[in-house]
């Protein structure tokens, strides 16, 4: 195969930690958990896992706000137990990255708590203080938190206010004083120092702010905007191409300030001086690429999933932009959802149990054959779903949280209303417990045991690890095939992408090909629940089945009249 790099070959799999395995039977995922899930996670495929945070944590935003960057949360374990797990993966072949929160501590960390002291402490300028705006007791500007609220808060001690892009209890780090810069690398190179292959970068944008710190001219209202962004609104996407200008302008001046790419440039070579180590951005600008081999090595193509309508019109044109727009050099980067999303078969299904079972199998077919690094989300195999808490007690994130009190102040929605509106937007709804049995508690942990958040009851009904484990027709076990077979097929890791049938309404097909590994496949994939007939003459005479969930694989298909069943997955090999 074309030389490439483990990162651009590797299919990664997020473990949301909290919620993978709990194996000390607490209700709450870790380490022991996660160990005895490592054979689980060979036998799916996978050649890469993405842990978020793991590092001590009061929890207010579920270990993004780390109060100590070189421990284990004790809920998840020891440090012993990390190193068994990473040892663990890297015997079966799979590489560790984690998750670096480098824009906030949490307000429990000491570095905090001692800034905080008095305005004259050694660590005072490590975060981000201000006097109120000149005149009057007030914030120093109208600066909003993403998570709601202003973004400053007022510290009686010593009479400022501080600075806190996310949550109050996250206060942004003062990324322009470089002893800062010197305690996070010393952390980065921690980790690295005992192995890990590298790290996935939370808010990479939201580092630094305008220096002058100008007033926001937009001062449209957040939850508004937040509830029009839920895939649950109904809004039409005109109206969320709206709101997501308008959550952009809200945050104009705190975020993606061109200095940024200098920190990321001296990240990379912190990580370069490691033997083959990844950063993953959580971000979508292409612009922390660098000139493609001095910045990020992979950032998220989030556009592809902006959108309640994942038609083939909407991925062909996010292909063209978004392949357009990389630098040379730079590796793309596809996901389907995460820990701060709804679970993609909420998303992008239909609500209908034959269909979703079709397309939860185009959706992995598109991670594993668009060009570019896959990124999956723990559950994704099984067909989880997204589960709306109906009791404001069970709420765990509190993005939720704050919205039920928001919206309980500004509509007249029953108080059942409230909880189901602020559930749809509350990130709880994609990190309930993984289910591996249709047991108690869906084997996450002992019967009996009260889970961190509820467990969705539909492991009862076939979405749990062990049913599909037993039945070769399950997604289970399609995912674990469709994964063996993009390990063996370099066209799909290697392939350029040339876009097909332009104006399909509801067929993606696209040709993967590759020179050097004289390869090339077509990938159609049927979006819709209707038969179709192809013409794909223009592609070649005819194709040789090298996978498909309609034809059978290793015979010869014509393609100038290709028919493909109901949510069809097709891919053949071509003349390269
Ligand atoms: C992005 C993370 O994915 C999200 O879960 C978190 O709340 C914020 N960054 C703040 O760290």
């Keep these: 195969m074309t030389e490439l790099k483990w990162w651009q070959k590797a299919v990664f799999y997020q473990i949301y930690p909290r919620s993978f395995a709990d194996g000390n039977g607490d209700g709450i995922g870790d380490f022991a958990g996660m160990i005895a899930k490592l054979d689980y996670l060979q036998d799916l495929g996978v050649d890469a896992l993405w842990l978020s945070p793991h590092f001590p944590s ?18 998840y374990g020891t440090l012993d137990e990390f190193k068994r797990f990473l040892d663990g993966a890297h015997a079966r072949g799979m590489r560790v990255v984690l998750d670096l929160v480098l824009n906030h501590t949490s307000d429990q960390h000491s570095w905090f708590k001692e800034s905080r002291r008095s305005r004259t402490d050694p660590k005072r300028d490590w975060y981000v203080w201000r006097p109120a705006a000149s005149g009057t007791d007030g914030p120093p500007n109208n600066w909003q938190s993403a998570f709601g609220g202003s973004a400053w808060e007022l510290d009686p001690t010593t009479g400022e206010y501080y600075y806190h892009f996310f949550f109050k ?9 470089p002893e800062v810069k010197q ?21 990479i944008g939201t580092i630094y702010e305008a220096p002058e710190m100008p007033n926001h001219s937009v001062t449209e209202d957040l939850s508004a905007v937040r509830r029009t962004l839920s895939p649950y609104s109904g809004a039409s996407e005109a109206d969320r191409a709206t709101a997501r200008q308008i959550y952009e302008n809200l945050f104009e001046h705190q975020h993606d300030r061109p200095e940024v790419h200098d920190l990321m440039k001296e990240l990379r070579r ?5 033997n083959d180590r990844v950063l993953i951005g959580e971000t979508d600008d292409v612009t922390f690429y660098g000139t493609g081999d001095d910045e990020l090595h992979l950032n998220f193509n989030f556009p592809l999933i902006n959108t309640n309508h994942l038609t083939p019109a909407w991925i062909r044109d996010n292909q063209t932009e978004r392949l357009g727009l990389l630098p040379d050099g730079a590796w793309p980067c596809n996901t389907l959802g995460n820990h701060d999303r709804s679970r993609f078969l909420t998303q992008f299904g239909r609500n209908d149990p034959i269909q979703d079972a079709g397309l939860a199998r185009v959706w992995l077919a598109l991670m594993l054959t668009l060009k ?3 990124f999956l989300y723990n559950g994704e195999e099984i067909g989880m779903t997204d589960w709306l808490l109906t009791d404001l007690a069970d709420f765990r994130d509190n993005v939720g949280v704050w919205l039920a009190g928001r919206v309980a102040a500004e509509t007249a929605l029953s108080p059942a209303e409230i909880v189901h509106l602020a559930a749809t937007n509350s990130r709880d709804r994609c ?11 869906a084997g996450f942990s002992p019967e009996g045991v009260r889970t961190w958040l509820p467990v969705n009851p539909n492991a009862g009904d076939g979405v749990n690890v062990a ?10 076990s399609f995912y674990k095939r ?9 066209a799909l890791i290697a392939g350029d992408y040339e876009a097909m049938l332009p104006d399909h309404a509801d067929v993606l097909a696209f040709v993967r090909r590759s020179a050097a590994d004289a390869q090339a496949c077509l990938v159609v994939l049927n979006i819709s629940e209707k038969p179709q007939t192809l013409a794909l003459g223009a592609v070649a005479e005819a194709a040789t089945c090298l996978f498909s969930t309609g034809h059978v694989e290793g015979a010869v298909d014509t393609l100038a009249d290709l028919a493909l069943a109901p949510f069809e997955v097709y891919v053949g090999s071509v003349p390269a």
Excluded: C, K
């Excluded at 305690?183 to 808010?203: C, I, N, S």
């Excluded at 049913?467 to 289970?476: F, P, V």
């Design 270 to 274: 912190v990580i370069d001086e490691y």
């Design 431 to 441: 990190r309930t417990p993984m289910q591996w049995t249709a047991g108690p508690n």
């Design 58 to 75: 009061p929890q207010f935003d579920v270990g993004y706000d780390v109060a100590d960057y070189v421990g284990v949360e004790p809920e």
């Design 372 to 374: 570019g690094t896959p």
């Design 467 to 476: 049913t599909q484990q037993a039945d070769g027709h399950s997604l289970l």
């Design 169 to 177: 209890e996250q206060p942004d780090l003062n990324w322009r004083n």
């Design 482 to 490: 469709m994964l063996r077979f993009r390990r063996s097929t370099p």
């Design 183 to 203: 305690a996070l690398w010393d952390a980065t190179r921690f980790w690295l120092d005992l192995g890990v292959d590298g790290y996935r970068l939370d808010a």
